[in-house]
């Protein structure tokens, strides 16, 4: 039947291959991947032949065409990426939207995700999250891009290339403040994985003196939310005290809920009123 099944595949460990992943490749008419050359490796591993076709960044289009005209013709096909979950920095998103717009139905074999699984190890706030994927390498957007991070008062997640790790880390040192909490995770559910639970000023220094091998996923603590500034901070006392009557309260009233707000003796503040 016609569908597009997205296939996510291990980030490592092999052993992490779902049997309904397997069964999915088995069956499919066809596969789309990322790289032929990787997703052949781990076909052969699970004893899986089944004509492969390429779908990657610089063929999407084009591929994304050839491969919709045969779901329109009532193939099937499973897309897988390199490693993970397609669509998640990964091809797959634009050939979801086409299948969509074209009524062929898609649906997910859920698997491994290094963003998730990276999440889920670093310790950190988890109930509130963000996926921010790769960091641009233009200066301009870079910028921005680390401007926003600023506001972000959930846990976020990057992917980072060891050979930019350092600059990275140096960068949102920078514009969160060295004091700020960060996982970094490597090699997950690979022979080396470590997770590294340190503060941004710790990890430049940590990889400072160590060069950054193998793949990387930083989970960073969300920054405290600006404090909203007190209705009243802009008042005088008397200014204050007149606000709480304007409400009804009588003048004692006012001059205790005033003192209250501002954290002082309501005596203080009845000094002032006389002065
Ligand atoms: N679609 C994939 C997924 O679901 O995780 C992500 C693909 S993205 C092109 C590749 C990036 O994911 C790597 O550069 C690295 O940041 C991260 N990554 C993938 N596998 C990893 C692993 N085993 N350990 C740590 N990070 C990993």
Redesign the pocket.
């Known amino acids: 039947m016609a569908c597009l099944y997205l296939v996510?595949t291990p980030?490592?460990n092999l052993g992490d291959i779902s049997p309904r992943a397997l069964e999915t490749l088995a069956a499919a008419d066809f596969i789309a991947a990322e790289d032929t050359r990787v997703t052949r490796r781990l076909l052969m591993h699970f004893g899986i032949d089944k004509p492969v076709v390429s779908y990657y960044e610089f063929n999407k289009e084009r591929s994304g065409e050839a491969i919709l005209a045969r779901l329109l013709a009532g193939e099937s096909c499973a897309l897988v990426?390199?490693?993970?979950?397609?669509?998640?920095?990964?091809p797959g998103e634009p050939l979801v939207r086409l299948c969509v717009a074209h009524g062929i139905q898609v649906t997910a074999i859920p698997g491994?995700?290094?963003?998730i699984?990276?999440l889920t190890l670093s310790g950190l706030d988890t109930s509130r999250f963000l996926f921010e994927g790769?960091l641009p390498t233009d200066k301009k957007r870079l910028e921005e891009r680390l401007t926003c991070l600023t506001r972000h008062t959930c846990t976020f997640i990057l992917?980072?290339?060891p050979h930019r790790l350092l600059r990275t880390l140096e960068a949102l040192a920078s514009c969160l403040g060295s004091q700020r909490r960060i996982a970094v995770?490597?090699?997950?559910?690979?022979l080396h994985?470590e997770v590294l639970r340190l503060t941004l000023g710790e990890a430049v220094a940590h990889f400072t003196q160590r060069e950054p091998r193998?793949?990387?996923?930083l989970v960073l603590e969300g920054g405290v939310p600006p404090k909203e500034a007190p209705f009243w901070e802009a008042m005088s006392v008397q200014e204050h005290i007149a606000h709480y009557e304007q409400q009804g309260h009588t003048r004692m009233e006012a001059v205790k809920q005033t003192a209250k707000d501002r954290g002082v003796p309501k005596n203080e503040i009845y000094m002032q009123t006389l002065r």
């Open positions: 996510a980030i490592g990426s390199d490693a993970g979950t397609p669509a998640v920095s990964d491994p995700c290094a963003a699984c990276a790769f992917y980072e290339a995770c490597r090699e997950l559910t690979k994985e193998g793949e990387f996923v």
